[in-house]
């Protein structure tokens, strides 16, 4: 037996098991010799109380908590809006408000029945900042066990074009039979008598009620707890079902009603009309829990810790430098534990080592869930499209669609070039004006988002010599120290993030090796607090390493951005610099009509993890300095917004996080639009360019 499988069976004997959720007492004291891990480690689908008690089955090890709270205290340092979030300005000021210091000081004081109800503590108080950079992910828990229904939710709005109300999607059947096959049986059977064996009539149907209360409660309640973006109207969306382009086809998202990160909700009881009936059907389905994707397998407690829980290959950064420096390299030619919960698909990780990124992480997994057939856009995409990046034209009109699931795509040159030619493609078919749905798009590499402005736009001020947003970083103490070693000589082979050789200034002039290139600092006072950043920084994509066209491509008039308000990361810095540079329009799909909605959200500058942070500062030897955060000895990811990202002419001072980004318009959906990426296109090219445009044209 390993050593942590010993250890892990040593602390077990010591475990009371009270299970907690929400902070209710949802079972009682077991014999100390059962094992409800054991119980269900040779199963596929459980329900959320048999995951939870596995999961609350292990206490608190002090040696292990006080660890997680350290890290994740001293990496704050290097996160740019630690004390901006503390009282977030106007338009947020009412939904951000989190002294993240201050409450892992609190959660240190805590005491917890279990591990898992730490965690939860430690998971939530990081949402409280909505920021999807700045999160605490554990692998021991988190999408660990998936919980589902088979009835994702959506809101439509109705026939006079003004009342909205939730309904169960009317692809709702379809999506949960194709994805959960045989456990569908499960829900059918549970079903009240009348409606047994009928789980397809519910598509479609009205929700009057969740758990007896108007839904819109929890839709907000949703709101409050789920985290990644500023704005409450996209926290509201993500309760409800969307699609996104992924990497190998068209995507589902099931959203936070019929979707849940943890297994603390048994039930739900849906009062619900069903289409063309009068009568009302009062209907209690319960969640089903299924073993997340990354997680590893078990067979009891020993073996669910050691595999789930210890950190592993790229938990923690190494010293590039050291006398293992070979394998060292080798260890950055592992994929991290972070990008499982990056919202992008898989990239080399050559190039995320070369090009920076901007990209959300999430406690879920990107999905994997196919969009049904019946919704996929029907046609051929053309020639030039490539994994996330699909072209497609409308049939006797001149629209065309960038349908873009993410800024990132496996191979990084590919998908410039693949950008560029698609956009060129389109052109080519007479097209002229362009509708780019970055629905559900987590961001990316943040200069695919300077390229794909600068080349629908052409060369003028606002795309060179940039295309993007000025930029700083945090300067504290640690990050000033790295910075002097590494102009000092510490990183003669150029491999760091904080090299100079790596940034230019604000004239985008770059930094020559050995500079000191955070010197003078920006001491900035952010809710009574000193916060010293880096002098102001400028671009580093240009020139792009590909020959951009000498002329626009389209005219910015003739431009329109869509959404469903998820846009985030190098997403959120296109859609900023075309929406506020350009004056191209911006579209949010779907969203209460009475709420503003924005058209992006977690903007950043770029974002990082802990590990790459580790690496910076063990690789210029001050892993010993008392402000430097020890290696994670628990399966852990912490994610940091590295790079805080300024806004333009009278708000150039200001960070763009914190800064309005309301959309031009707010497109209603309907039964018949919902979820239908080209049914949404066609109403967006009528409405937005005055043209009815008909079925998709096929590629050659």
């Given at each position: 037996?390993?050593?942590?499988?010993?250890?892990?069976?040593?602390?077990?004997?010591?475990?009371?098991?009270?299970?907690?959720?929400h902070?209710?007492?949802?079972?009682?004291q077991?014999?100390l010799?059962?094992?409800?891990?054991?119980?269900?480690?040779?199963?596929?689908?459980?329900?959320?109380?048999?995951?939870?008690?596995?999961?609350?089955?292990?206490?608190?090890?002090?040696?292990?908590?006080?660890?997680?709270?350290?890290?994740?205290?001293?990496?704050?340092?290097?996160?740019?809006?630690?004390?901006?979030?503390?009282?977030?300005?106007?338009?947020?000021?009412?939904?951000?408000?989190?002294d993240?210091?201050?409450?892992?000081?609190r959660i240190?004081?805590?005491?917890?029945?279990?591990?898992?109800?730490?965690?939860?503590?430690?998971?939530?108080?990081?949402?409280?900042?909505?920021?999807?950079?700045?999160?605490?992910?554990?692998?021991?828990?988190?999408?660990?066990?998936?919980?589902?229904?088979?009835?994702?939710?959506?809101?439509?709005?109705?026939?006079?074009?003004?009342?909205?109300?939730?309904?169960?999607?009317?692809?709702?059947?379809q999506?949960?039979?194709?994805?959960?096959?045989?456990?569908?049986?499960?829900?059918?059977?549970?079903?009240?008598?009348?409606?047994?064996g009928?789980?397809?009539?519910?598509?479609?149907?009205?929700?009057?009620?969740?758990?007896?209360?108007?839904?819109?409660?929890?839709?907000?309640?949703?709101?409050?707890?789920?985290?990644?973006?500023?704005?409450?109207?996209?926290?509201?969306?993500?309760?409800?079902?969307?699609?996104?382009r992924?990497?190998?086809?068209?995507l589902?998202?099931?959203g936070?009603?019929?979707?849940?990160?943890?297994?603390?909700?048994?039930?739900?009881?849906?009062?619900?009309?069903?289409?063309?009936?009068?009568?009302?059907?009062?209907?209690?389905?319960?969640?089903?829990?299924?073993?997340?994707?990354?997680a590893?397998?078990?067979?009891?407690?020993?073996?669910?810790?050691s595999?789930?829980?210890?950190?592993?290959?790229?938990?923690?950064?190494?010293?590039?430098?050291?006398?293992?420096?070979?394998?060292?390299?080798?260890?950055?030619?592992?994929?991290k534990?972070?990008?499982?919960?990056?919202?992008?698909?898989?990239?080399?990780i050559?190039?995320?080592?070369?090009?920076?990124?901007?990209?959300?992480?999430?406690?879920?997994?990107?999905?994997?869930?196919?969009?049904?057939?019946?919704?996929?856009?029907?046609?051929?995409?053309?020639?030039?499209?490539?994994?996330?990046?699909?072209?497609?034209?409308?049939?006797?009109?001149?629209?065309?669609?960038?349908?873009?699931?993410?800024?990132s795509a496996?191979?990084?040159?590919?998908?410039?070039?693949?950008?560029?030619?698609?956009?060129?493609?389109?052109?080519?078919?007479?097209?002229r004006?362009?509708?780019?749905?970055?629905?559900?798009?987590g961001?990316?590499?943040?200069?695919?988002?300077?390229w794909?402005?600068?080349?629908?736009?052409?060369?003028?001020?606002?795309?060179?010599?940039?295309?993007g947003?000025?930029?700083?970083?945090?300067a504290?103490?640690?990050?000033?120290?790295?910075?002097k070693?590494?102009a000092?000589?510490?990183?003669?082979e150029?491999?760091?993030?904080?090299?100079?050789?790596?940034?230019?200034?604000?004239?985008?002039v770059?930094?020559?090796?050995?500079?000191?290139?955070?010197?003078?600092?920006?001491n900035?006072?952010v809710?009574?607090?000193?916060?010293?950043f880096?002098?102001?920084?400028?671009?580093?994509?240009?020139?792009?390493?590909?020959?951009?066209?000498?002329?626009p491509?389209?005219?910015?008039?003739?431009?329109?951005?869509?959404?469903?308000?998820?846009?985030?990361?190098?997403?959120?810095?296109?859609?900023?610099?075309?929406s506020?540079?350009?004056?191209?329009?911006?579209?949010?799909?779907?969203?209460?009509?009475?709420?503003?909605?924005?058209?992006?959200?977690?903007?950043?500058?770029?974002?990082?993890?802990?590990?790459?942070?580790?690496?910076?500062?063990?690789?210029?030897?001050?892993?010993?300095?008392?402000?430097?955060?020890?290696d994670?000895?628990?399966?852990?990811?912490?994610?940091?917004?590295?790079?805080?990202?300024?806004?333009?002419?009278?708000?150039?001072?200001?960070?763009?996080?914190?800064?309005?980004?309301p959309?031009?318009?707010?497109?209603?959906?309907?039964?018949?639009?919902?979820n239908?990426?080209?049914?949404?296109?066609?109403e967006?090219?009528?409405?937005?360019?005055?043209?009815?445009?008909?079925?998709?044209?096929?590629?050659?």
């Amino acid at each position: 037996m390993k050593l942590t499988d010993l250890l892990s069976t040593k602390l077990w004997f010591y475990a009371t098991l009270v299970f907690t959720a929400h902070g209710k007492e949802l079972g009682a004291q077991r014999p100390l010799h059962t094992d409800p891990c054991a119980a269900i480690s040779e199963k596929k689908w459980v329900s959320p109380r048999e995951a939870r008690e596995c999961l609350s089955s292990y206490p608190v090890d002090p040696v292990v908590k006080a660890n997680i709270l350290e890290v994740a205290n001293k990496t704050l340092a290097f996160h740019t809006s630690t004390y901006y979030q503390i009282q977030a300005p106007p338009p947020f000021e009412g939904d951000i408000h989190e002294d993240l210091h201050r409450s892992i000081a609190r959660i240190s004081q805590e005491e917890y029945q279990s591990e898992f109800e730490f965690h939860l503590d430690l998971f939530r108080t990081f949402k409280r900042v909505n920021d999807g950079h700045c999160v605490v992910i554990n692998y021991c828990y988190d999408s660990l066990y998936i919980s589902y229904l088979p009835t994702p939710l959506v809101l439509l709005t109705e026939a006079d074009g003004q009342s909205q109300n939730v309904y169960i999607a009317p692809e709702a059947f379809q999506v949960a039979t194709a994805e959960f096959g045989s456990e569908m049986e499960h829900w059918q059977n549970v079903l009240p008598e009348h409606l047994r064996g009928q789980l397809e009539s519910l598509n479609g149907a009205r929700v009057l009620l969740i758990d007896g209360a108007d839904p819109w409660v929890a839709v907000n309640k949703n709101a409050e707890t789920t985290g990644s973006y500023q704005a409450f109207s996209t926290r509201q969306n993500s309760f409800f079902s969307s699609y996104s382009r992924g990497d190998k086809g068209w995507l589902y998202t099931m959203g936070n009603f019929a979707q849940q990160v943890h297994p603390l909700t048994d039930e739900v009881t849906l009062t619900i009309r069903r289409v063309n009936r009068r009568t009302i059907d009062v209907i209690t389905l319960p969640y089903r829990s299924r073993l997340g994707s990354f997680a590893k397998n078990f067979t009891d407690l020993p073996t669910f810790r050691s595999r789930n829980c210890i950190a592993k290959v790229g938990t923690n950064g190494v010293d590039l430098y050291s006398e293992l420096n070979s394998s060292s390299i080798d260890e950055l030619e592992v994929p991290k534990p972070v990008t499982a919960f990056q919202q992008q698909p898989p990239v080399t990780i050559e190039d995320a080592r070369r090009n920076p990124m901007n990209v959300i992480l999430d406690g879920a997994p990107l999905t994997n869930i196919e969009l049904p057939e019946t919704l996929t856009p029907s046609g051929t995409p053309l020639n030039s499209s490539y994994t996330v990046a699909q072209f497609y034209t409308l049939k006797g009109e001149d629209v065309g669609v960038l349908a873009l699931g993410s800024f990132s795509a496996r191979i990084f040159t590919l998908f410039q070039k693949s950008l560029l030619e698609g956009l060129q493609e389109l052109k080519e078919y007479g097209v002229r004006k362009l509708i780019v749905d970055v629905s559900n798009n987590g961001g990316g590499y943040i200069c695919i988002a300077h390229w794909l402005h600068r080349i629908i736009v052409g060369p003028k001020s606002t795309t060179e010599p940039q295309a993007g947003l000025d930029s700083a970083t945090r300067a504290g103490s640690l990050a000033q120290l790295i910075v002097k070693n590494i102009a000092a000589g510490g990183d003669p082979e150029e491999l760091l993030e904080y090299n100079p050789i790596q940034w230019s200034n604000a004239s985008h002039v770059k930094f020559a090796n050995g500079t000191d290139w955070m010197e003078p600092l920006d001491n900035r006072k952010v809710n009574g607090r000193e916060d010293p950043f880096s002098q102001r920084l400028g671009q580093e994509c240009q020139p792009f390493g590909m020959e951009p066209p000498a002329e626009p491509l389209f005219k910015p008039q003739d431009v329109v951005i869509i959404s469903n308000g998820r846009c985030a990361s190098s997403c959120a810095l296109f859609s900023i610099t075309m929406s506020k540079l350009e004056s191209v329009k911006t579209v949010v799909v779907g969203g209460k009509s009475d709420v503003p909605q924005q058209y992006c959200g977690t903007v950043g500058g770029q974002s990082t993890d802990f590990s790459t942070i580790d690496t910076e500062i063990k690789s210029t030897h001050l892993k010993n300095h008392t402000l430097a955060p020890p290696d994670l000895i628990a399966n852990v990811v912490q994610g940091i917004t590295w790079r805080l990202g300024f806004g333009f002419g009278q708000h150039s001072e200001e960070p763009e996080e914190w800064l309005d980004h309301p959309a031009d318009m707010n497109l209603p959906l309907t039964a018949e639009t919902v979820n239908n990426p080209m049914a949404i296109w066609e109403e967006v090219s009528e409405v937005v360019f005055g043209v009815t445009p008909q079925l998709l044209v096929q590629g050659y």
